[in-house]
T-cell receptor, first 113, second 114 residues
Framework: GDSVTQMEGPVTLSEEAFLTINCTYT??????LFWYVQYPGEGLQLLLK?????DKGSNKGFEATYRKETTSFHLEKGSVQVSDSAVYFC????????????FGTGTSLTVIP | KAGVTQTPRYLIKTRGQQVTLSCSPI?????VSWYQQTPGQGLQFLFE???????NKGNFPGRFSGRQFSNSRSEMNVSTLELGDSALYLC?????????????FGPGTRLTVL
C-alpha cells in the first residue's frame, strides 16, 4: 500500500545552518506530495506541495522537488532560523481522487541561536 | 475566512465512556477528514466525509464512527473508550477532496482517557 518514510529525528541545528529532511514514498501512479509543519500546540499547516514529477514546491525559503525516479521529496532550507523550530511532516495523497493522506512519522527540528 | 475549528479543545474521559468531537470546516469546503495523532503511531487516517457520505475509511475499529451534516460540519464519536484512545484528534477540510487539494487542519482536540 501507499506509505511515506521520513527521516528520524530529532534534528538540532544552529541558526543559519543548512537543513535537509529526507522523505521517500511508496505509491502507485502519480501521487501529490506535501510538506506540513506543526508548531507546538497547533494543528498542521501546509508548507509546500508538488503535484507532478519534477515539480518544485517552495515557501518561506523551504524547497522540495518531486523526484519520481528516486520516489523522494526531500525538504531543504539554506539557512534556518530559530522560528523554524517545529515538527515537519511529509505526506502523500494518492492519485485517483479521494482525500486520504498518508503521513510520515514527523521530524522534530530545533534551531538554536 | 475563518479556519477549521474543533471543539472542545481538551477532553478528559474514563475508560468505557463515549465521546463526541466536533469539527467545523472552512466555509465552502465539502470534504472533512479525521486523523488520530499519537507519539507512537504518528498521524493515522480515520475517515473522510464528503457531501454527508463517508468516502474513505482507515483501519480503525468500529468504535470509531463519524458523520457529516448538510452544512459540512462533522462529528466524530468514539464509544467504549480505551486507554489507547488517548491522542490528539485532528480534523482537516478541503474544497472537494481531490488528490491535489491541500488539507487545512484545525488545532485538534486533545483527548485523555483515564
Amino acid at each position: 500500500g501507499d506509505s511515506v518514510t521520513q527521516m528520524e529525528g530529532p534534528v538540532t541545528l544552529s541558526e543559519e545552518a543548512f537543513l535537509t529532511i529526507n522523505c521517500t514514498y511508496t505509491a502507485t501512479g502519480y501521487p501529490s506530495l506535501f510538506w506540513y509543519v506543526q508548531y507546538p500546540g497547533e494543528g498542521l499547516q501546509l508548507l509546500l506541495k508538488a503535484t507532478k514529477a519534477d515539480d518544485k514546491g517552495s515557501n518561506k525559503g523551504f524547497e522540495a522537488t518531486y523526484r519520481k525516479e528516486t520516489t523522494s521529496f526531500h525538504l531543504e532550507k539554506g539557512s534556518v532560523q530559530v522560528s523554524d523550530s517545529a515538527v515537519y511532516f511529509c505526506a502523500l495523497s494518492p492519485s485517483g481522487g479521494g482525500n486520504q493522506f498518508y503521513f510520515g512519522t514527523g521530524t522534530s527540528l530545533t534551531v538554536i541561536p | 475566512k475563518a479556519g477549521v475549528t474543533q471543539t472542545p479543545r481538551y477532553l478528559i474521559k474514563t475508560r468505557g465512556q463515549q465521546v463526541t468531537l466536533s469539527c467545523s470546516p472552512i466555509s465552502g469546503h465539502r470534504s472533512v477528514s479525521w486523523y488520530q495523532q499519537t507519539p507512537g503511531q504518528g498521524l493515522q487516517f480515520l475517515f473522510e466525509y464528503f457531501s454527508e457520505t463517508q468516502r474513505n475509511k482507515g483501519n480503525f475499529p468500529g468504535r470509531f464512527s463519524g458523520r457529516q451534516f448538510s452544512n459540512s460540519r462533522s462529528e466524530m464519536n468514539v464509544s467504549t473508550l480505551e486507554l489507547g484512545d488517548s491522542a490528539l484528534y485532528l480534523c482537516a477540510s478541503s474544497p472537494t477532496g481531490g488528490a491535489n487539494n491541500e488539507q487545512f487542519f484545525g488545532p485538534g482536540t486533545r483527548l485523555t482517557v483515564l
